[in-house]
């Protein structure tokens, strides 16, 4: 049995917790060993009780709006004290500003891994254990002390005796324990407070600790999270801006981790990113594709790309590091984001809302109606004179806003991606000030709808063209001027892809409509066509268009030139 095998094979536990997120299971355990959880009870109610009364203190003095900036340091210093499991409750609740006041929620966003190193013999000792020989046997050369410690663990620089240089990330001792005797605390609370909060959470409030832990377990599980870096090498595999490390799995475990040393420049680095001679404009750009494309292509994105996760290598590429926390969206919602995208700047607040209710921002049976100039407000206010001053703060500080108004909730998913989209942006506006977000994400999204390449996609873009019935001929220049900024925009071969679904099967609505559309109104649409042409022509010469023409009917079956048959027809 390989190593690799070996540890996805392992169902042992540890202290009698196991491996996956088991709330009854932890339950049982606890239930039958109280002397394990009173002290650790006490000193959580202890805390918090400070907190709260404090809080009404400066309620009863009137001191709430002089003390906001103390209360809101001190709550995240006291989630610090209380270790691991509270620090990522708080991480998780600075994704919500639906639930969390604005300055509550500006210092969560802080909360960094801020706990000091464990002892380093400890660590040596976990790998040892958990390797199943010596440190030496291991590694050539290992640093004596950790290069960073975070919440969960910490990472040693070491070299391999093949004489690969690789990171070494090793867990926090105790850590499940740890986190299950929290879990099960709050699991507890929630039971039995839970029903008196004022909060609207759209869900039971167990249902939310227990998919919490789940997470936390998962993100603890290095074999997991192995994985997850192998499967999203294996989605960028073509993309030579984006590098992803190794896993070395013959030197990892549930709490070990050897990967590829990474050789870069944090990209909070901006200074050395320069100095190396890398363009972080460039660097820019990669990020904010790759995170679009982990969203609307892959659906596997990374949910926590903080500074320090992301780096810039010397010849140019970025390199993404930790993959402990990792999402999957639908087939559907990627879709729908993207279409949500095209309505945003399209400025339809009618079909945005429509979105938000499919993507479960708002629940169905609510009246979009109320809520259409709300959010033609937000957008106004957010992008100001221009599409171009967009970014993601503005609009997600305005929408806080707006979540006390109206009944919108952040479905747990898109917390997490709006939080990665907001880190991104930030990111990219320390690399350049100047940074506008939508001048790389739009012609990207125009650019996938554009080309189509799924029958979904195609569907959106129809969608999109055809509001009410009618041709939006403004929305296509639109998409094709915009789409065309796009260095790796090339028209040909979408003209191309354009051809071959008019004149498929699939093609028979399209064809129909447009042929509407060019005759709309009693009159032939010929000033429309004649201005896409002009925004076009440059890049196509009417030959290379014949001869693309010609290739793809070529390429089509006969069943696709008798699709263009009835067109023909309809067209005399
Ligand atoms: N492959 C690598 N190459 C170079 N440095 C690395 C690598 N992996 C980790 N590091 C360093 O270790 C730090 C912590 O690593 P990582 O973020 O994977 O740990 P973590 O315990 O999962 O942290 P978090 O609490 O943020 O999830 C990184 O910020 C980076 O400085």
Same mark, same amino acid.
């Given at each position: 049995m390989s190593r690799h095998q070996e540890l996805l094979s392992d169902p042992s536990s540890e202290n009698g917790i #196991?491996?996956?997120?088991?709330a009854e299971a932890i339950a049982k355990y606890y239930r039958i060993r109280p002397w394990l959880y009173i002290w650790r009870t006490l000193t959580v109610v202890w805390v918090f009780g400070t907190f709260f009364f404090s809080l009404l203190w400066d309620k009863w003095t009137n001191r709430t709006e002089k003390n906001k900036q103390k209360r809101a340091s001190q709550l995240r210093q006291l989630l610090t004290h209380l270790g691991p499991t509270f620090i990522k409750v708080g991480q998780a609740l600075s994704t919500r500003p639906d639930l969390i006041r604005k300055d509550f929620l500006d210092e969560l966003i802080k909360?960094? &891994?801020?706990l000091p190193p464990f002892d380093n013999q400890i660590a040596f000792a976990i790998i040892e254990s958990e390797l199943n020989c010596s440190v030496d046997e291991a590694y050539r050369e290992i640093s004596p002390h950790p290069v960073a410690a975070a919440s969960l663990g910490q990472v040693y620089r070491a070299v391999l005796h093949t004489g690969e240089e690789v990171a070494v990330k090793v867990q926090r001792p105790n850590l499940r324990p740890m986190l299950a005797l929290d879990l099960f605390l709050m699991r507890c609370a929630a039971q039995r407070f839970g029903r008196w909060?004022?909060? =609207?959470? @759209?869900?039971?409030l167990t249902l939310i600790v227990d998919e919490f832990g789940a997470k936390l377990f998962e993100e603890i599980d290095y074999v997991n999270e192995g994985h997850n870096a192998e499967k999203f090498a294996t989605n960028f595999? =073509? &993309?030579? %801006?984006v590098k992803v490390p190794a896993i070395y799995w013959q030197y990892s475990s549930h709490k070990v981790l050897t990967l590829e040393w990474i050789n870069g420049y944090k990209l909070t680095d901006t200074e050395k990113i320069r100095s190396a001679g890398i363009d972080p404009n460039e660097i820019v750009k990669i990020g904010v594709t790759s995170g679009l494309r982990q969203l609307l %292509?892959? @659906? +596997? +994105?990374?949910a926590d790309p903080h500074p320090g996760n992301l780096f810039a290598t010397p010849d140019g590429r970025m390199a993404y590091i930790d993959f402990g926390m990792m999402d999957q969206l639908e087939e559907e919602a990627k879709e729908t984001i993207a279409s949500a995208v095209v309505q945003l700047i399209n400025q339809d607040y009618e079909a945005l809302a429509e979105d938000f209710v499919k993507l479960g +921002?708002?629940?169905? /049976?609510? /009246?979009i109606k109320p809520i259409i100039p709300a959010l033609e407000k937000v957008w106004g206010n957010a992008i100001g004179q221009s599409? @171009? =001053? *967009?970014n993601f703060k503005t609009i997600t500080d305005e929408f806080s806003e707006l979540m006390y108004d109206y009944p919108f909730r952040v479905p747990a998913k898109f917390a997490l991606i709006i939080r990665s989209l907001i880190t991104q942006e930030g990111l990219a506006l320390s690399l350049?000030? =100047? *940074?506008? #977000?939508v001048e790389v994400a739009y012609p990207y999204v125009a650019r996938r709808l554009l080309r189509g390449e799924s029958p979904q996609l195609r569907r959106r873009l129809l969608e999109v063209l055809f509001k009410d019935g009618k041709f939006q001929w403004q929305r296509l220049e639109n998409m094709i001027a915009i789409a065309r900024? /796009?260095?790796? *925009?090339?028209?040909l071969p979408t003209a191309q892809l354009g051809l071959q679904y008019l004149i498929s099967d699939e093609g028979r609505y399209l064809r129909r409509q447009l042929l509407l559309a060019l005759t %709309? /109104?009693?009159?032939?649409h010929t000033e429309e066509v004649q201005r896409l042409w002009v925004l076009i022509k440059d890049e196509i010469n009417p030959q290379q268009l014949w001869q693309a023409a010609l290739n793809t009917f070529r390429e089509l079956s006969v069943s696709g030139v008798a699709a263009l048959v009835p067109t023909v027809n309809t067209l005399r």
């Open positions: #196991i491996r996956r997120y088991d909360l960094q &891994d801020q909060l004022p909060l =609207n959470l @759209g869900h039971d595999r =073509n &993309d030579p %801006e %292509e892959h @659906g +596997f +994105f990374h +921002f708002l629940t169905p /049976d609510t /009246d599409v @171009g =001053n *967009f350049d000030p =100047n *940074f506008k #977000i900024s /796009d260095k790796k *925009f090339d028209l %709309e /109104d009693d009159r032939l």
